[in-house]
């Protein structure tokens, strides 16, 4: 193997791949990022046998090859180099790779590619496609209500559900519920599935600067595929039933709120200082004189209060909340003003964007002692 190819294509396909690097496997293949010289383009590759992006680069290749290179020292060794031509070249017995660019040069022993995971690739018919901005935005409305709770796997990802007319992305950790919808003219041939959290937080960094590129998406025994122009994410899915969250979105309100999305967070940011060391108990205080009052107590700091302006309300309700809750969601809705709507001091809760019909996220209340 013998190439050349630019520092800045070099350090664009490692920033793709190497969130994929395993971590914690104790097999070195997977420690190291794979390296395809191929006629006019280097691919790289990276898996932890749940996840694999694979991301190709221009290269000027004098001899066709391949080989995988530790990841901790690889990494570092291109983004310490400054912009301009690298040349690779690998001695096939030693498996050692030097890597020079100007006056500087390293001598990296690499690893046997043939131990590396063979990635299935399928074919072109089997993709649909979406718009990259939809699975963004769905993404990043909706991740932020995974569990992180190893034990209940089917938490940890994102349901990816389709309809006759809408696709659905939805998480959940039993605590909070966030939905996002979306309008669409066709139903592809697909089964509704989990994917990994950590997949679609990853393909959210991957998908942030292409905004209006198209992306193919393929799901295939129990792995899904989303394909861009020089970019595959493969990942297996997760099994089991996902909840019926359907019934868990409150049906009937006795009060709705509307309020200032960047006022409420901010106000709740200010009243969150005092818990924040703590469980992040706040709470709220609608009353009938035309005010939301926002109130923390940490026994060992102290206490403090808030309020905010709100229309007349023909009830008066006091409910408790995971301060964080609110924050994570308000984070996420784009619009100006939301609607707070609640039942009673123990039901679910909801949090709609004001002029968007396409998203909710639920949230439970704290049961505070009287």
Not at 67 to 85: E, S
Not at 129 to 139: C, D, N, R, W
Request: with cysteine; net charge negative.
């Amino acid at each position: 193997m013998n190439f050349q190819c630019n520092q800045q294509d070099l350090s664009y396909g490692i920033q793709h791949v190497q969130k994929a690097v395993s971590n914690r496997n104790t097999l070195p293949v997977l420690l190291g990022i794979k390296l395809v010289a191929f006629e006019d383009t280097l691919t790289l590759s990276a898996t932890d046998l749940e996840l694999a992006v694979e991301c190709t680069v221009k290269a000027t290749v004098q001899e066709n090859g391949e080989i995988v290179l530790p990841a901790k020292y690889f990494v570092d060794m291109i983004h310490n180099l400054p912009h301009g031509p690298v040349v690779f070249q690998l001695d096939p017995d030693s498996l050692q790779v030097k890597i020079s660019s100007g006056k500087a040069e390293f001598n990296l022993h690499g690893i046997s590619p043939d131990e590396f995971p063979t990635l299935t690739y399928i074919e072109e018919e089997e993709y649909s496609t979406i718009p990259s901005e939809v699975l963004s935005k769905s993404i990043k409305q909706t991740s932020f209500a995974l569990s992180n709770d190893e034990s209940r796997p089917v938490f940890t990802g994102l349901l990816l559900e389709w309809t006759e007319e809408r696709f659905r992305v939805v998480a959940t950790d039993g605590y909070r519920l966030a939905v996002k919808s979306h309008s669409f003219n066709f139903r592809p041939d697909f089964p509704d599935v989990v994917v990994p959290g950590k997949t679609m937080t990853e393909l959210l960094r991957i998908l942030s600067n292409r905004k209006e590129e198209q992306i193919k998406m393929a799901i295939q025994g129990n792995q899904i595929y989303f394909r861009l122009s020089d970019t595959l994410v493969v990942s297996r899915l997760i099994e089991g039933s996902y909840p019926q969250y359907q019934q868990i979105i409150p049906q009937e309100k006795s009060i709705t709120v509307e309020l200032d999305r960047e006022n409420f967070l901010h106000t709740l940011e200010r009243v969150g200082v005092i818990t924040k060391e703590g469980p992040n108990v706040i709470k709220l205080h609608i009353t009938d004189k035309e005010k939301l009052v926002i109130t923390a107590n940490s026994p060992e700091i102290g206490d403090t209060y808030d309020e905010m302006t709100i229309s007349p309300q023909k009830k008066d309700m006091e409910i408790a909340f995971n301060s964080k809750y609110l924050k994570d969601a308000l984070k996420a809705i784009p619009t100006e003003k939301i609607h707070f709507s609640f039942i009673e001091e123990l039901k679910p809760a909801t949090m709609t964007p004001v002029g968007e019909e396409d998203y909710i996220y639920v949230v439970l209340p704290i049961r505070l002692a009287k």
